[in-house]
Structure formats: C-alpha cells, structure tokens
C-alpha cells in the first residue's frame, strides 16, 4: 500500500539495535508468525543504551521504529523519541503494546492478555480435578502478574472453579479471625476441596524483601506460590488435619503459546493502525484500542502509571460474590480507598487532557521536526 521495500527486524531487544545483525522481515518470513508462541526476533532485558540506538537508527538509515513491548519498553521507545527530537532527526517512533500481565494504562487491553486468560484455564481445570480427587484436596495455581493481577481475577471470574484469588492489589494476611487460612480450613469442611489462584505479585509484602533485580531494573519476586503452600501445610499440620495440596506453576508455559484469535485480529489491527499512524507523520505514540476504538497514545500518558485492579470497583466485587472470598479489608480501608479513586477522577475531569486520551494527539512528525 504505501510502496515500503525494506523492513528490518532488530534482533534481541534494544540492544540488538548495536549489539546484533538485523533480520529482513519480508512477508514470507513473517507469513506463519501469528501460529508461533514467543518471537522471531528474539527477546531480552537492560540493554538499553539510548545513544548507541540512536546512532545505529541513523547509520542505517531507518526512518520508521516500531517498538513493541510492555511498560519498560514503552519507557525505552519514549527515550528513544526523545533523543531523536534532540537530534532534529525525521523518524517516526510508534510503540506497539504486548505484555501478558496488561499493565499499561489507558488502552483497553495489551495483546497476549487474553490468550493468557484462556491458557490459564487448562490450569485451573487441572487443579480443580486434581482437588476434587482427593480429601481434602487443594488446588493451587501461580499465574504471571508482578504488579497488576488482571489475568488472576479474569482467569478467576472465566473459570468459576476457584474459591480464592490473591492479587497483588488486594493485600491479605494468613492468621486469625478472616484471615486466609480461617478460609480455606471453612471451605476444606464445607466442600471437601478448593481451588486457589494467586498472581506472583501477590502478598509480596508478607515475604523476605528480595533485593535482586533483573537487566531491566524490575525486582525478581520470591515465588509465593512455593511459600503460601509451605504456609497452608503448616497450618494445618498444626491443626492436626490432613490435606492434599497440589501446587501448579504454569506460568512459562502459558507465556509460551500462540495468540488465539482474538488476540491474533488484535493484532492485525494494531500493526494496521500503528502503519497508518507512522505513514501519516505522527510520532511518538503507542497504538492501542481504548473504548473498542482504535487510537494513539503520547508515550508520556501511556508512560505517566502502570494499570492495576481497583479493588473497589466493580470487576473485583464481581470476583468477590463469585468465589465468596473474604475481601480481607475492612470498610474503613474500602471507604479510604474509593475516596482515593473518586478524587484521582475528579482531578482529572478537571484536567481531562489527564485522563481522556482522545484529547491529546501524538506529535507530527512533519510539524514538529525543522
Ligand atoms: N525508564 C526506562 N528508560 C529506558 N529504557 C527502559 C526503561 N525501562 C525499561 N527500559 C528498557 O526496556 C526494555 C524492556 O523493559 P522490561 O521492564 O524488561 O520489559 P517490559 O517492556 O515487558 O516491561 C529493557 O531493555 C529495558 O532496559
Ligand atoms: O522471562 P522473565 O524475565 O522471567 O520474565 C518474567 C516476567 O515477565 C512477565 O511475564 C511480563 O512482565 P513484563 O511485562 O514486565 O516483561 C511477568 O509477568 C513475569 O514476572
């Protein structure tokens, strides 16, 4: 359509850009890719060193960067744009939004999210038989979720097998009157099993702080599956009852899969939209579906926070009266919480370039560059 001729692939993340060769992406080449789990070019953390990037843009004469990617490499391609406006450079930088744990803000949703949903039902059935097998049988389930635990609470609320969902955003505690275990020892004698899912962020508070981190800066979580079931086979040892615990980590191989097909036509109209964006002379904006409408984003709205549940909002008390979980907070911190919530919506109908992205527009390309 618009007569491009070549199209490079960096290979490796940012530092493929100076650190490896380019990989010619012709239609042959990426004809079958949307049938693959995980990436032709590769993948990889750190690395980012914006002058070298730069450079390596220029040297090789590209005029169009599309970088795709979760909230990190949102920030990356932010950088990058910034750099190449510094340099009075005429190249479009367009993101492209794709991590499973849907955390970037503002767009509708990230691609990958909801393959990972479905994937992460296979799991949960498992877990569910294998608990019902057995007396006293619990099943418990680690899904992928640093910060935000979307793909726990949605894989929750499809399967409606799970009795108690953990998530980052919801803090909880173990002991004592509506604390965890109380639960699960109620639902052991009422039901005879239970299914649990807990994102890997989730209680991180309640666990040893680790201080490592990966490449890119993001901190390596202790795995609260492996500690919460250490804790559950405590307590109720303690209690001189039996259980049959099965813990499941699925969360590599759900990452791993092809898109289904929802994510496969979101796809196809992202990279769609974020051509015809780049082709029109925009510039720095990330291309997502908001509202079900296709639109660009200013890297600095997609890059201002991260997306999290809001726990007193509707989707977290429909998760809630679906598995009669405790809410584990009390109405002071629920009242606390929604006044928090009301006046960040306040604030930015106030300023609604803030909050309504279809007010702000992403750059020119051929206004903003001399
Ligand atoms: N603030 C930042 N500025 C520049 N580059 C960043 C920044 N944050 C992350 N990056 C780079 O973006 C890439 C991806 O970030 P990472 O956090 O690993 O994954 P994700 O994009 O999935 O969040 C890494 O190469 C990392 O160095
Ligand atoms: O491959 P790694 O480095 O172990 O990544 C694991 C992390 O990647 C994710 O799948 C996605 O996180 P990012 O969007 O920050 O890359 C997290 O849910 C998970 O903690």
Redesign the pocket.
């Given at each position: 359509m618009y007569g491009v001729t070549r199209v490079l692939g960096i290979d490796g993340g940012y530092r493929g850009f100076y650190a490896r060769n380019t990989i010619p992406l012709t239609p042959k080449v990426v004809n079958d890719i949307h049938k693959r789990g995980g990436t032709i070019l590769g993948t990889s953390?750190g690395g980012h060193d914006t002058s070298k990037i730069v450079h390596s843009i220029q040297d090789r004469g590209i005029n169009q960067v599309y970088i795709i990617g979760?909230?990190?490499t949102q920030k990356g391609a932010s950088v990058i744009f910034e750099e190449i406006r510094r340099r009075g450079l005429k190249v479009v930088v367009a993101g492209i939004p794709k991590?499973?744990?849907n955390?970037i803000p503002v767009i509708d949703r990230s691609f990958g999210f909801d393959t990972a949903v479905e994937e992460a039902q296979r799991a949960i059935n498992a877990a569910h038989v294998e608990a019902e097998s057995v007396e006293n049988g619990i099943g418990l389930v680690k899904l992928?979720?640093?910060y935000s635990g979307f793909i726990a609470m949605y894989a929750t609320l499809a399967s409606r097998d799970v009795d108690c969902c953990l998530i980052p955003e919801s803090p909880f505690y173990l002991d004592g009157k509506g604390g965890l275990y109380e639960y699960i020892e109620k639902q052991l004698k009422e039901n005879g099993h239970m299914v649990i899912v807990i994102a890997?962020g989730a209680g991180q508070e309640l666990l040893s702080e680790s201080m490592q981190q990966?490449a890119s800066g993001?901190k390596l979580?202790q795995d609260v599956g492996l500690w919460i079931s250490q804790g559950i086979k405590d307590y109720f040892s303690k209690q001189k009852m039996t259980i049959n615990l099965k813990y499941i980590d699925p969360t590599y191989m759900i990452?791993a899969v092809p898109g289904n097909a929802s994510d496969n036509v979101y796809c196809t109209l992202l990279a769609q939209s974020v051509v015809h964006g780049a082709m029109a002379g925009y510039t720095g904006f990330t291309s997502g579906l908001v509202n079900g409408r296709q639109t660009y984003i200013p890297f600095y709205r997609i890059n201002e926070k991260q997306h999290k549940v809001v726990i007193t909002d509707r989707m977290w008390a429909r998760l809630l009266s679906s598995t009669n979980q405790p809410s584990f907070i009390t109405n002071k911190e629920v009242i606390e919480d929604r006044k928090e919530h009301i006046s960040g919506e306040e604030k930015n109908a106030e300023n609604p370039n803030d909050e309504n992205c279809a007010d702000v527009a992403p750059e020119n390309v051929n206004d903003s560059i001399p």
């Open positions: 953390r979760g909230d990190g991590t499973i744990d955390d992928m979720g640093r890997e990966d993001n979580l990452r």
